[in-house]
């Protein structure tokens, strides 16, 4: 089965902060990350070595900061 789940909202700074401490928590804890998408619950093995890939940009109008973690 093939997924691709992408979501996008507007938090405030500290509600995105605890965002990434969830997933963290389940990837520290668990080895894997969840989510609910129309009604089910999705689950994400996560093996014990990972890609990381950080990436900042920043010009006049706009910030971004892209965590991403491949296997």
Request: aromatic share 8%; no cysteine.
């Amino acid at each position: 089965m093939e997924l691709e789940y992408s979501s996008e909202e507007r938090l405030r700074r500290e509600a995105a902060a605890d965002r990434l401490h969830q997933i963290a928590d389940e990837l520290s804890r668990q080895n894997e990350v969840s989510f609910e998408r129309e009604g089910r619950r999705f689950t994400v093995q996560v093996p014990d070595e990972v890609n990381f890939k950080f990436e900042v940009e920043i010009d006049d109008e706009e910030s971004e900061v892209e965590i991403e973690l491949t296997w």
